[in-house]
């Protein structure tokens, strides 16, 4: 009974672990969208900037209250499309200044039209007047501002001796929402990749389970990622199904280097060799040991090799060794089963370290041009980009792209993919097709060496059912793919 009860305890518990990581990964990649970024942002500094004005005109009297509709307006523009036509702030400060002199000639002139009698009233020729003259202006000088309109409509209501006053408090609050602005562009929204971006900062130790004909390009790839980070390392895994393998294996990467690797072990345990085949284990262990030796030359990181022996699964021993060496990210051969993807990987796919699944093509270990397609803005589509920036390197092209239909937004699609691209500090092309994303892989993607596509974890296994995922449906593209997914 207590064993039963301990288990149903333990099975809880974890059960609520893995509801908090899957809670805390939903929100981390919420909190990457560049449009949840804008919209907190709004939601901060837009407030914070008007309450600062609000405080100064607390407390200096030539402030003038009549500022701060337009003001609100014009910084809710700023911060909400920070990249956008009007994110200018020049444009912000020169626009509502110009608005409010505007309102002041406006004013000045049809009170001479008008007469003296209706000095005090707002005419139609006045708020005519003060319009066309401040769309002739900022038109003329290239300081275009919507809020601009405003400052001219209310300056006409401010009476003739303190609009001096008026001008100059528009210019100096227009002065300090504009400097929030700057900063909050320059320290922040423009370095979201390094200060937000979990890929970015993250996916520095790899792992590469080492089976499979082509698990030098794998291990090469994941040494290029790697190589990114001064911290960054590579382990090269070795599974084993045999406890006395392993430790035979372990017992000669121990051994220093000598010219005849099988005939060493001679300070291993009494009886370890026995019905061992010595040589063969001496050229498993110099085969890992080269690999790990040309990894760290070609990349610049060390590389350490670790025998693991299968317990469970081998899904589940790669993410253990993963735990005990250090490793975020298990970047692993591609491998098939039956004509699927082998278990063992959506075994990691459903763990919470990231993963890269390489598909190579033929075994090259140079990347220069990558093609990254995505569905939606997403944490998984800055891994794409980011894995795609580190292989190419800063000579290599790196295109991102997504399909849309023929009836989609395709002003909404360029959006999306500016957003992604623009946090990134290397050159970025971005494309949107109109068709689908196998067809277009099929007829774009030879002219590329490197396909990083995401795992689309999140369909249903109706969805799966009726459309494979894209990966599977490339299979037998003559280029590399590398199928990506966030833990």
């Known amino acids: 009974m207590r064993d039963r009860l301990g288990r149903a305890i333990r099975t809880t518990v974890e059960r609520v672990r893995q509801l908090q990581r899957r809670e805390r990964h939903a929100f981390r990649a919420w909190l990457e969208r560049t449009s949840t970024i804008v919209h907190l942002s709004v939601l901060v500094f837009v407030p914070l900037s008007i309450g600062l004005v609000t405080y100064l005109s607390n407390t200096l009297d030539a402030l003038s209250f009549l500022l701060f509709p337009p003001l609100a307006s014009g910084a809710y523009t700023l911060f909400a499309n920070p990249e956008g036509e009007y994110a200018n702030p020049a444009q912000f400060v020169g626009g509502l200044t110009i608005g409010a002199g505007c309102g002041w000639v406006g004013l000045a ?65 227009s002065l300090l929402v504009a400097s929030v602005f700057v900063v909050w562009r320059r320290e922040f929204y423009e370095q979201r990749a390094t200060v937000l971006y979990q890929s970015v900062k993250g996916d520095d130790h790899v792992l590469v389970p080492m089976y ?10 994941g040494g290029e990622i790697a190589s990114a980070h001064d911290a960054g390392k590579v382990v090269l895994l070795d599974v084993v199904d045999d406890e006395r393998l392993a430790r035979a294996e372990r017992d000669l ?13 001679s300070n291993s345990e009494a009886g370890l060799w026995d019905d061992i085949d010595r040589s063969a284990v001496a050229d498993t262990v110099g085969r890992l040991e080269t690999r790990a030796h040309r990894i760290e030359t070609a990349a610049g990181v060390p590389c350490e090799v670790v025998v693991a022996v299968e317990s ?20 692993t051969p591609y491998a098939k089963h039956r004509g699927r993807l082998a278990p063992f990987v959506h075994e990691l796919f459903r763990s919470d370290v990231d993963v890269l699944v390489h598909r190579s093509a033929d075994g090259t270990t140079q990347w220069e041009r990558a093609l990254v397609p995505v569905r939606r803005a997403s ?3 800055h891994s794409m980009i980011d894995f795609a920036i580190r292989l190419t390197g800063a000579t290599g092209e790196v295109a991102v792209c997504t399909c849309i239909g023929p009836s989609a937004n395709r002003r909404r699609a360029e959006s999306m993919l500016s957003n992604l691209a623009n946090p990134f500090a290397a050159p970025i092309e971005t494309r949107v097709a109109r068709q689908e994303i196998v067809p277009f892989l099929r007829g774009t ?18 969805s799966r059912f009726v459309a494979p995922p894209t990966f599977e449906s490339i299979a037998e593209m003559d280029t590399d793919v590398a199928i990506v997914d966030r833990g």
């Open 253 to 265: 990467l121990d051994e220093p280097e000598t010219g005849d690797r099988a005939g060493a072990g």
């Open 212 to 221: 499979g004909e082509r698990a030098d390009a794998t291990a090469m790839l």
């Open 312 to 331: 469970g699964s081998l899904g589940r021993t790669i993410l253990a060794t993963a735990t005990e060496t250090n490793c975020d990210l298990v970047a």
């Open 445 to 462: 993607a030879p002219a590329y060496d490197l396909v990083l596509i995401g795992a689309s974890r999140d369909r249903s296994a109706a």
């Open 109 to 173: 002139v049809s009170n001479r039209v008008v007469g003296a009698a209706a000095a005090l009233e707002v005419t139609a020729v006045s708020a005519a007047l003060a319009v066309l003259l401040v769309g002739a202006a900022t038109w003329s000088i290239g300081l275009e501002e919507p809020a601009a309109y405003s400052t001219a409509l209310l300056g006409l209501l401010v009476p003739s001796g303190q609009q001096p006053a008026f001008l100059g408090s528009v210019f100096v609050a």
């Open 379 to 381: 944490d998984v589509a």
